[in-house]
């Protein structure tokens, strides 16, 4: 039994294994049929083509035959022709002619002609309305009255179609049909008068509204003389506005951590201003508090040290994408042109990492493909833009203050001091103070948010005139205390957040800005001691030269009181022999520099750099770039 029981399981098995057998066959010989098939198809079309050329081809021959023969080929065309395709052609000819538009006669021949255009876009059942209106008007059936005598027209009897005339309820799809011709043609009678509204996104070309009808009556004229004459000419028209404005070939960009600046050679201020950790933060999709810091791009670990270079790729590309307007379209905040077309210098920090400096390279010369790149420092082009090739300039910016003497417009490296003291280190203390002291609704707060620091530092702040020493030195770090010293000076600032209203106490306005001259230790010197150090470091023959004219530059030097309490502190501590001058400063009956912010001297003088033909200490072709690759 056992034995039978297996050999039954294996014949079972078997005949599974011949069934899938016999389809799998079957599926194949239906596709090798399919196959076929469509070859035959293939060539039925191909052999289909090449007939027709060759009947082209042999039909070429023979008019070239009869030509040579002096035979008339239009004549011998003509008795190849049978008398049914001459007649087939004829009322082809006849039909055409019947159907041509010859214009209207006068309103009521325009009114029939625009009927039967509207019957032949309709398309309407015509048999069907034939037949309706045969059923509707039949005669009625005579009576015995109206075959022998006649009635009074009161005692007539009136058909039923006669009755119920205009009774008819037309269906659903005619009434929809209906419908939608009656929009189109109000659609079409609205594009086609003169009386159109204007389109609002459409880019404003006119001063006037004279000059706007005008330049629509050119516009006309140029469509009937050239068709398309305004798609073809438009890059001509763009090019001549931006030449008519722009003389310079050059593009200066100043990519700093937090901010990004743009702009053409000669120009007094940048097109471009663009928060650049932002962006940044918008590319890799986390909160960035700079678009790079100097330590972070100096880590120990390689494959760290290349996540933050591809980011940091990442976030240029895009970035100056979108400073060449590739990725939004304002033409008033962008640059708006082709960034092969134009040569770049670009603004750098003295103390630039080189990874930072060969990712811009990369970007620039690589994926946006620019002619060259040319390096100028920071301290050298603010210098410049107050007009003068020697001086001692600060540049207070947000990771740190960076001084550097400039003599001759050749900066002096050697004596180049740093101080971690600048924006960020502001920043801290601002959040630290108002998580510390200010209150939302009586209570303090928990966390003191990114934005209300920011708008805190830049709205609020201000340097007090008097260093701390001699004011509030003696004065213990308390509400009560520093409110009263400082309550004559500032007020209390009101602040918006989403939790409440934020109450920052006066004397927090002026006390976070002593964390920037306070004196420190050899590692974090407060501004003006790291100015100190600078000087101490000079020659003696250019000491009083370069101090002659003592520059702040950066977006921290920006505040209020900022440059007469640097001034004052600085020549406080200086020997009595060489005389300070601050250019910022304003003192009256001193040089007056021009009015241009602390945190724009270093791109307008890019800008002038670039009107005089400057090409930097440094230039990098998009060739010589290709080839160290």
């Given at each position: 039994?056992?034995?039978?029981?297996?050999?039954?399981?294996?014949?079972?098995?078997?005949?599974?294994?011949?069934?899938?057998?016999?389809?799998?066959?079957?599926?194949?010989?239906?596709?090798?049929?399919?196959?076929?098939?469509?070859?035959?198809?293939?060539?039925?079309?191909?052999?289909?083509?090449?007939?027709?050329?060759?009947?082209?081809?042999?039909?070429?021959?023979?008019?070239?035959?009869?030509?040579?023969?002096?035979?008339?080929?239009?004549?011998?065309?003509?008795?190849?022709?049978?008398?049914?395709?001459?007649?087939?052609?004829?009322?082809?000819?006849?039909?055409?002619?019947?159907?041509?538009?010859?214009g209207a006669i006068d309103f009521q021949d325009?009114?029939?002609?625009?009927?039967?255009?509207?019957?032949?876009?309709?398309?309407?059942?015509?048999?069907?309305?034939?037949?309706?209106?045969?059923?509707?008007?039949?005669?009625?059936?005579?009576?015995?009255?109206?075959?022998?005598?006649?009635?009074?027209?009161?005692?007539?009897?009136?058909?039923?179609?006669?009755?119920?005339?205009?009774?008819?309820?037309?269906?659903?799809?005619?009434?929809?049909?209906?419908?939608?011709?009656?929009?189109?043609?109000?659609?079409?009678?609205?594009?086609?008068?003169?009386?159109?509204?204007?389109?609002?996104?459409?880019?404003?070309?006119?001063?006037?509204?004279?000059?706007?009808?005008?330049?629509?009556?050119?516009?006309?004229?140029?469509?009937?003389?050239?068709?398309?004459?305004?798609?073809?000419?438009?890059?001509?028209?763009?090019?001549?506005?931006?030449?008519?404005?722009?003389?310079?070939?050059?593009?200066?960009?100043?990519?700093?951590?937090?901010?990004?600046?743009?702009?053409?050679?000669?120009?007094?201020?940048?097109?471009?201003?663009?928060?650049?950790?932002?962006?940044?933060?918008?590319?890799?999709?986390?909160?960035?508090?700079?678009?790079?810091?100097?330590?972070?791009?100096?880590?120990?670990?390689?494959?760290?040290?290349?996540?933050?270079?591809?980011?940091?790729?990442?976030?240029?590309?895009?970035?100056?994408?979108?400073?060449?307007?590739?990725?939004?379209?304002?033409?008033?905040?962008?640059?708006?042109?082709?960034?092969?077309?134009?040569?770049?210098?670009?603004?750098?920090?003295?103390?630039?990492?080189?990874?930072?400096?060969?990712?811009?390279?990369?970007?620039?010369?690589?994926?946006?493909?620019?002619?060259?790149?040319?390096?100028?420092?920071?301290?050298?082009?603010?210098?410049?833009?107050?007009?003068?090739?020697?001086?001692?300039?600060?540049?207070?910016?947000?990771?740190?203050?960076?001084?550097?003497?400039?003599?001759?417009?050749?900066?002096?490296?050697?004596?180049?001091?740093?101080?971690?003291?600048?924006?960020?280190?502001?920043?801290?203390?601002?959040?630290?103070?108002?998580?510390?002291?200010?209150?939302?609704?009586?209570?303090?707060?928990?966390?003191?948010?990114?934005?209300?620091?920011?708008?805190?530092?830049?709205?609020?702040?201000?340097?007090?005139?008097?260093?701390?020493?001699?004011?509030?030195?003696?004065?213990?770090?308390?509400?009560?205390?520093?409110?009263?010293?400082?309550?004559?000076?500032?007020?209390?600032?009101?602040?918006?957040?989403?939790?409440?209203?934020?109450?920052?106490?006066?004397?927090?306005?002026?006390?976070?800005?002593?964390?920037?001259?306070?004196?420190?230790?050899?590692?974090?010197?407060?501004?003006?001691?790291?100015?100190?150090?600078?000087?101490?470091?000079?020659?003696l023959d250019t000491r009083r030269e370069i101090?002659?004219?003592?520059?702040?530059?950066?977006?921290?030097?920006?505040?209020p009181g900022f440059a007469a309490r640097f001034?004052?502190?600085?020549?406080?501590?200086?020997?009595?022999?060489?005389?300070?001058?601050?250019?910022?400063?304003?003192?009256?009956?001193?040089?007056?520099?021009?009015?241009?912010?602390?945190?724009?001297?270093?791109?307008?003088?890019?800008?002038?750099?670039?009107?005089?033909?400057?090409?930097?200490?440094?230039?990098?072709?998009?060739?010589?770039?290709?080839?160290?690759?």
């Amino acid at each position: 039994m056992g034995d039978d029981a297996g050999l039954a399981s294996r014949r079972a098995r078997l005949q599974r294994l011949q069934a899938k057998m016999s389809e799998s066959a079957s599926a194949n010989r239906q596709d090798v049929a399919e196959e076929q098939a469509a070859r035959r198809e293939h060539a039925q079309k191909r052999s289909v083509g090449q007939a027709r050329k060759l009947a082209k081809a042999e039909r070429l021959l023979d008019e070239r035959d009869l030509r040579e023969a002096g035979k008339d080929v239009e004549r011998h065309r003509a008795m190849q022709y049978s008398i049914e395709e001459n007649e087939a052609w004829e009322a082809k000819l006849e039909d055409k002619e019947r159907t041509r538009d010859k214009g209207a006669i006068d309103f009521q021949d325009l009114a029939e002609r625009s009927y039967r255009r509207q019957i032949a876009h309709l398309k309407p059942d015509l048999a069907s309305y034939e037949k309706q209106k045969q059923d509707e008007h039949a005669p009625a059936p005579p009576t015995r009255a109206s075959e022998h005598a006649l009635v009074p027209a009161s005692e007539a009897r009136v058909p039923p179609a006669v009755a119920h005339y205009g009774a008819h309820r037309p269906d659903e799809e005619a009434v929809d049909r209906l419908v939608s011709h009656l929009n189109h043609e109000q659609d079409q009678i609205r594009r086609r008068s003169r009386r159109r509204d204007d389109d609002p996104d459409a880019e404003i070309t006119y001063i006037n509204e004279k000059n706007k009808h005008f330049n629509k009556k050119i516009k006309r004229v140029r469509r009937r003389l050239t068709q398309y004459f305004d798609e073809h000419t438009k890059e001509i028209r763009e090019n001549r506005a931006m030449a008519a404005t722009r003389r310079e070939d050059r593009v200066v960009l100043e990519v700093g951590s937090r901010v990004c600046r743009a702009g053409f050679g000669g120009e007094c201020a940048p097109r471009v201003l663009l928060d650049a950790a932002a962006a940044g933060a918008r590319t890799l999709g986390r909160p960035l508090d700079a678009l790079y810091a100097p330590d972070q791009m100096l880590a120990a670990h390689p494959r760290q040290l290349q996540e933050r270079h591809r980011d940091l790729v990442r976030c240029l590309v895009r970035l100056l994408r979108t400073v060449y307007q590739e990725y939004v379209h304002n033409s008033h905040r962008h640059l708006v042109c082709d960034a092969r077309a134009y040569k770049v210098l670009l603004v750098h920090s003295p103390l630039w990492v080189e990874a930072v400096q060969d990712a811009l390279c990369g970007v620039l010369l690589g994926n946006l493909g620019v002619p060259s790149v040319s390096f100028i420092d920071t301290h050298t082009l603010a210098l410049l833009a107050t007009g003068r090739n020697t001086g001692l300039v600060v540049d207070c910016g947000y990771w740190e203050t960076t001084v550097m003497p400039v003599y001759a417009g050749r900066p002096l490296r050697n004596a180049l001091t740093t101080t971690p003291r600048a924006g960020r280190r502001l920043r801290a203390c601002v959040a630290a103070l108002c998580t510390a002291y200010a209150s939302v609704r009586g209570a303090p707060p928990a966390d003191v948010p990114r934005a209300a620091v920011e708008r805190i530092t830049t709205e609020a702040l201000y340097v007090h005139p008097a260093p701390r020493a001699a004011c509030d030195a003696s004065l213990p770090l308390d509400t009560a205390a520093m409110h009263a010293a400082y309550a004559e000076d500032a007020e209390d600032f009101d602040l918006r957040t989403d939790a409440g209203t934020l109450r920052v106490p006066g004397w927090i306005r002026s006390a976070a800005c002593e964390a920037l001259f306070d004196d420190g230790d050899e590692d974090e010197a407060g501004v003006v001691q790291c100015a100190r150090q600078s000087i101490a470091q000079l020659p003696l023959d250019t000491r009083r030269e370069i101090l002659d004219a003592v520059l702040l530059a950066g977006g921290t030097a920006m505040l209020p009181g900022f440059a007469a309490r640097f001034e004052a502190q600085l020549t406080h501590g200086a020997a009595p022999t060489p005389r300070i001058q601050v250019l910022n400063a304003g003192r009256p009956g001193a040089l007056r520099m021009p009015p241009t912010p602390p945190n724009l001297l270093a791109w307008t003088g890019g800008s002038l750099a670039a009107g005089v033909g400057a090409h930097g200490i440094e230039q990098v072709s998009s060739a010589a770039w290709r080839v160290e690759r």
